[in-house]
């Protein structure tokens, strides 16, 4: 079936917003076998039209709106559980954020072993550097690299980052983001699965946050996110458009609007 006879059910039966739309066709583009992924997870309640972006009104009186904020993850940050349609894109739609949203699916933040030339976190990173400065960096930990088993390296005494390695393409991007853009960044990280190596990032993530006098929002250890209800979650790792509208979105509210003040 071609992408565009595939979109059109999920568009009508989902209600999905023309941004999102726009990012399946993309991602179909580059992974064609999603079709099948997608389809499972339209038919989950926690994607039902109520959740809908489309639903979603915007607050005239959001202290956000027009705070020009890039994204940086994968499927996450992306919205691969709901359809393309993530906090982001909440976050525009209700806050009137100005929302950078460079999130691909499957991507890693070191540089290696990567689907194609130019897509890991280090490599979209460095095509954002010429972009006019964001007011913050939202920076995803990727659940990618625990899943492949990425090497989790160490905290540099100096600025020679190894960018093949977790700690180094984490470090990397954080010392340019602020030499460059001299903006607030928060790292934020998944819900809580069961994953040795992504413990091990999240409490890396804590020490750089010391190191560099950033922010984490870290929701592995907020037991509000763990054990949570099916109609927030299209597996363990990514969330539905319920799971973003109504639970991710009041906790990068806050957390945006605290930064930011």
């Excluded at 639903?55 to 499927?75: D, E, M």
């Excluded at 509000?224 to 509210?253: C, S, V």
Aim: charged fraction near 25%.
């Amino acid at each position: 079936m071609s992408n565009e006879t595939f979109l059109i059910p999920i568009r009508q039966n989902n209600d999905l917003s023309d941004i999102a739309l726009a990012e399946l066709r993309q991602d179909l583009d580059l992974h064609p076998l999603n079709q099948r992924i997608y389809t499972k997870f339209s038919y989950l309640p926690g994607n039902s039209k109520q959740f809908s972006l489309n639903s979603q009104a915007l607050n005239v009186s959001s202290p956000l709106i027009g705070k020009r904020i890039l994204f940086l993850g994968s499927s996450v940050t992306f919205g691969f559980g709901a359809l393309g349609e993530s906090f982001v894109d909440f976050l525009w739609k209700k806050d009137g954020v100005e929302a950078i949203k460079d999130a691909e699916n499957g991507t890693t933040l070191v540089e290696q072993d990567v689907n194609y030339s130019g897509d890991s976190y280090v490599a979209r990173f460095k095509e954002n550097l010429h972009l006019e400065t964001p007011e913050m960096l939202v920076l995803q930990l990727s659940t990618n690299d625990a899943l492949k088993n990425k090497e989790i390296g160490k905290i540099s005494t100096n600025d020679d980052f190894d960018t093949q390695t977790i700690t180094g393409a984490l470090e990397y991007i954080i010392s340019k983001a602020q030499k460059v853009w001299h903006c607030p960044i928060l790292i934020y990280t998944n819900p809580y699965f069961e994953n040795s190596l992504y413990s091990q990032m999240v409490k890396r993530s804590h020490e750089l946050v010391e190191k560099y006098d950033i922010q984490i929002l870290d929701l592995y250890n907020d037991p509000n996110f763990k054990n949570q209800d099916k109609l927030y979650m299209a597996d363990e790792i990514h969330p539905t458009r319920a799971g973003y509208k109504e639970k991710w979105l009041p906790k990068f509210e806050n957390k945006i609007i605290n930064i930011l003040k």
